[in-house]
């Protein structure tokens, strides 16, 4: 019986999707560096889980050389968030923006890859900063652009044994965004950007993310969702 990774288990998106596969008795596997957190989130949902900490190279080929089970599925819901002028942000800047959120997933991806089921998935979470054009984004928007060209390739290199497909989310209220929805006044602010009148929640990455490491969307691969409230592609002024 195969398992599906939640990569970034202790957050509001990861624990969102980590609720609706329990739901359906999936089998999971949760990854996260907070091991108390994580191990009262796997109590709950009845998971197995791995403390780890993906941006060390080292640790994350030990564990995937240890794995005893095939992965049906992989959820990367990590990175971060950094928002700088241009003018500012340093080529070292560049450099672990881009670490964190692609070559970590890279890394951890090429080492298991092998070790995929037949009509496994794998989901990936890019920004629609990647797509329209926001101040401050430059290194973000860069590293997340490469996501979606990593996933729509591997999906085209992989098809039919392996689905890929990418979420583009806007700002969603979570702890790599506190710095951002701490402030109401903040947060109110960029609501009114989106013709749905609010910024996310987990739940509107987690649900979607459960659904393309189901078998139900078994037909879908090489595709990006936006899930923004509509700012993408929708203007209300």
């Known amino acids: 019986m195969g398992k599906i990774i939640i990569l970034g288990a202790n957050g509001s998106v990861g624990k969102s999707t980590t609720d609706h596969l329990s739901k359906k008795d999936l ?3 949760l990854i996260s560096r907070n091991s108390e957190e994580l191990e009262i989130n796997a109590s709950a949902t009845k998971s197995s889980f791995k403390s780890l900490d993906i941006s060390d190279f080292d640790s994350v080929r030990s564990y995937i050389n240890d794995i005893d089970f095939e992965i049906d599925g992989i959820l990367f819901a990590v990175g971060s968030i950094s ?13 672990n923006v881009y670490k964190q959120n692609f070559l970590n997933p890279v890394n951890f991806l090429n080492l298991s890859i092998d070790k995929l089921s037949n009509n496994s998935s794998v989901v990936f979470f890019s920004t629609v900063a990647a797509q329209s054009g926001f101040k401050q984004h430059t290194a973000i928007a860069s590293a997340k652009s490469a996501l979606l060209g990593l996933s729509i390739s591997l999906a085209a290199e992989y098809s039919p044994k392996i689905r890929f497909n990418c979420i583009s989310p806007s700002l969603i209220k979570s702890k790599m965004s506190s710095f951002i929805t701490d402030s109401s006044q903040m947060t109110n602010a ?8 609010r910024i996310g929640v987990g739940n509107d990455a987690g649900s979607l993310a459960s ?3 189901s078998s139900e969307s078994s037909w879908i691969t090489g595709q990006n969702f936006n899930v ?7 203007n209300t002024r």
């Open 27 to 29: 089998d999971l596997e």
């Open 83 to 95: 928002l700088k002028p241009f003018s500012v942000t340093s080529s070292d800047d560049f450099l």
């Open 190 to 197: 960029i609501a009114k950007l989106h013709p749905m009148g």
């Open 211 to 213: 659904f393309l490491l």
């Open 228 to 234: 923004d409230g509509g700012r993408s592609n929708i």
